[in-house]
């Protein structure tokens, strides 16, 4: 339960610090597994004293045993190995330090190493962290290489002399790490981070040389497993030599086979790119060359022909056809004009045989009273009623006689 304190009614530090003891001896025996960092044998002394620290993370923990429960395993075990530690946490009241009393330690053998990693391989690759459609291609010029290797390491002399053999302009950004033991983890994993935060970094190349299994169980880790899968900047994968395979090469967006290819894949042969910029212009120029010729052939072929070379005879054949067409289309139009005039003429003589006023003239009259209207009938008018006779000549008036 929590204490009930104030700044009025504080506790000691020797209270704190035996409470905490008492909490943690309630805790029972665990089964440890981590890397000795530091290991202390004093002649003479009857404890061992060792720091474990995991492997993926800056934590560390003091772990004392009895000089017999080491001597166990004394010979094959030694700094930087990998133990299993079954003890009970202990604490220090006086330092108020924290320790794991170990009973007994196994060293991991490296048997059991190779089955966990296969484990974690298989428990990655059902993830889907290592299919195909997450590797991102590799830029063909990167601006700047983010280069992650050990310090003055014949990793890192390869890929700096390799690449700037192939392109003297090429620029590093190198971050140099501990590839091997405790550390190397967390370094490894921190450089990576901060490169692929840096916005001029094109590619990642994390390189070491060769070693054992377990000088390579770095780059093996979940941690940077999962670091170089979430990165958004290529990664190419330099560890070791062909036969090496740590899980870095399954995630990595490339695989290479050592640190100088790793140089080889990232940057392009400035030689080569001189070779292949030439080539690819001679063959433009012969191209542009064969393209040319063709149609100069092609238009000395069409300039060759009767028609382009005397270009008015075509004319000259069409203008006696042009004339007698000419004739015949002006014969024809002077042929519809004179039946139209005839016709014309026709009609027009009937339309005046068939005038009133021809008929007047062959001695016919209108009668037409005073509202001009034609009398049609004897019924139609009255005795006495005065009359206007029309004929051909002129007019008179008339009366109406019973």
Not at 165 to 173: D, K, M, N, Q
Not at 289 to 314: I, K, N, V
Not at 326 to 344: C, I, P
């Amino acid at each position: 339960m929590a204490m009930q304190t104030s700044p009025e009614s504080p506790i000691p530090v020797g209270e704190v610090s035996r409470l905490i003891g008492g909490w943690i001896d309630r805790l029972g025996p665990v089964w440890v597994e981590g890397q000795i960092a530091q290991l202390s044998r004093r002649p003479g002394a009857g404890v061992v004293f060792m720091t474990l620290r995991d492997p993926s993370h800056e934590i560390s923990l003091t772990v004392t045993c009895y000089r017999q429960v080491f001597d166990q395993v004394a010979d094959v075990v030694s700094e930087g190995a990998r133990i299993v530690v079954h003890g009970k946490p202990s604490w220090y009241a006086a330092r108020g330090q924290l320790s794991l009393r170990a009973a007994e330690i196994r060293p991991v053998g490296m048997g059991e190493l190779l089955v966990r990693l296969e484990q974690l391989k298989r428990r990655l690759t059902a993830e889907g962290l290592f299919e195909a459609h997450h590797k991102r291609p590799l830029p063909f010029l990167p601006r700047r290489v983010g280069l992650v290797t050990g310090r003055a390491s014949a990793a890192e002399r390869d890929v700096l002399e390799t690449a700037r053999h192939r392109w003297p302009a090429v620029r590093f950004t190198v971050r140099n790490v501990a590839v091997q033991g405790v550390r190397a983890v967390p370094q490894v994993v921190a450089a990576v981070r901060e490169l692929d935060a840096d916005r001029e970094v094109d590619v990642i190349v994390v390189a070491r040389g060769g070693g054992s299994v377990e000088d390579l169980l770095p780059f093996s880790d979940e941690e940077l497993v999962r670091a170089v899968a979430a990165c958004r900047t290529p990664v190419v994968s330099a560890i070791g030599h062909e036969p090496d395979n740590p899980l870095l090469d399954l995630v990595a967006d490339l695989r290479s086979r050592t640190p100088t290819h790793a140089a080889k894949d990232v940057v392009p042969d400035v030689g080569e790119e001189h070779e292949r910029v030439a080539q690819l212009r001679g063959r433009a120029q012969r191209c542009v060359t064969g393209y040319l010729a063709q149609q100069e052939r092609g238009l000395s072929d069409w300039m060759s022909r009767p028609s382009m070379t005397y270009p008015h005879r075509l004319l000259e054949s069409r203008e006696d056809e042009v004339a007698e067409l000419a004739g015949r289309a002006r014969r024809t139009f002077g042929h519809a004009l004179d039946r139209a005039e005839a016709d014309l003429e026709h009609t027009r003589a009937r339309v005046v045989a068939l005038s009133p006023a021809a008929t007047l003239r062959r001695g016919y009259a209108v009668l037409q009273r005073g509202s001009g209207e034609a009398v049609r009938a004897s019924s139609e008018v009255a005795p006495g009623e005065q009359l206007r006779a029309r004929v051909a000549e002129g007019e008179f008036r008339v009366t109406v006689r019973e």
